[in-house]
């Protein structure tokens, strides 16, 4: 998952425009640094990383909103054997 924190990162930052100090805490969503707009990309690049669907109900503020709490979501989708 260490990748995928690295992949989020860059991502964030060169594809999804997200500017100023951007730690694993950072709220993205919360903190103004995303809009309701980018989170299909920011879903569809998880989902393209990790292999797996995410699940529409899942697709919340809980799960999305800093790179620590995507990896977190993560792990537990892959280790759960989500179908993709």
């Known amino acids: 998952m260490n990748e995928l924190r690295t ?49 529409p109900a899942e697709i919340t503020l809980a799960n999305f909103d800093s790179i620590d709490s995507i990896v977190r979501y993560s792990r537990t989708l892959v280790s759960n054997g989500a179908s993709a």
């Open 7 to 55: 992949a989020l990162r860059s991502e964030l930052v060169s594809q999804l425009g997200v500017k100023g100090v951007l730690t694993d805490e950072t709220g993205l969503f919360s903190g103004g640094l995303l809009d309701s707009l980018s989170v299909m990309d920011l879903v569809g690049f998880v989902e393209g990383k990790i292999g797996r669907a995410i699940p």
